[in-house]
């Protein structure tokens, strides 16, 4: 069994827990040092200066739903070379052969991945949410639960897909884009821009 902590304490955090707890019912395979925060609290065992000074080889799990929060963490551990980034995937999610995923991705319980779609680096796949053939989903992407992501989608780097969305097919989704809770988004979307509704409208653009 591997040594691993989880990055945060919230509610993304305590599913983490419960992935790799049902990860290890099946086959025993991390041992849960605790979780690490800036707050001291019950199950802390540090905050991101012992990551960064840790001296043996762990892996960590960054269990942070804001995308550009993971980004800077990142960016923060991955100057100590002892710390690895795990893909940490729920035993019910139903994945392809043909996916291909990069390093410290969460895919949440009853997801489904279906052929040749392509995830980047520390991606959220929340719960029982779909993404279909031909995907591509880069970075450092939310996508929250029971989000439809139809084929041949492009999803940018920091992305937010709120709860319930929906992307039909052949779309390109903008870097640092929110889509609102139970947007159905059927255009294009520009990046660093919030959209809502049905069907989705820009509701502002933020700045480069």
């Known amino acids: 069994m591997r040594d691993i902590v989880i990055v945060g304490t919230g509610g993304l955090a305590k599913d983490v827990k419960w ?3 049902r990860i290890n019912a099946i086959q025993k395979t991390w041992n849960l040092l605790g979780f690490i925060d800036k707050e001291a609290r019950q199950d802390v065992i540090g905050d991101d200066d012992f990551l960064c000074s840790y001296s043996k080889e762990l892996d ?4 942070v739903g804001s995308p550009d929060i993971r980004k800077k963490l990142y960016s923060k551990y991955s100057s100590n070379i002892n710390l690895c980034f795990p893909n940490v995937v729920d035993p019910s999610a139903i994945i392809s052969a043909s996916v291909t995923m990069g390093i410290g991705n969460i895919v949440c319980s009853y997801s489904v991945l279906t052929v040749d779609v392509t995830i980047g680096d520390f991606n959220i796949i929340n719960i ?3 993404i279909e053939h031909d995907s591509v989903i880069k970075d450092y992407v939310t996508v929250s639960p029971s989000v439809n992501v139809s084929g041949n989608v492009l999803i940018e780097t920091e992305a937010y897909v709120g709860v319930g969305a929906s992307i039909i097919q052949g779309l390109n989704i903008g870097k640092n884009t929110v889509i609102g809770a139970g947007a159905v988004v ?5 990046a660093n821009c919030t959209v809502v509704g049905v069907p989705a409208k820009p509701i502002n653009f933020l700045e480069e």
């Not at 960590?60 to 269990?63: D, E, N, S």
């Open 19 to 21: 992935i790799i707890d």
């Open 60 to 63: 960590v799990v960054i269990a």
């Open 128 to 130: 029982r949410s779909n």
């Open 186 to 190: 059927i255009k294009n979307i520009p």
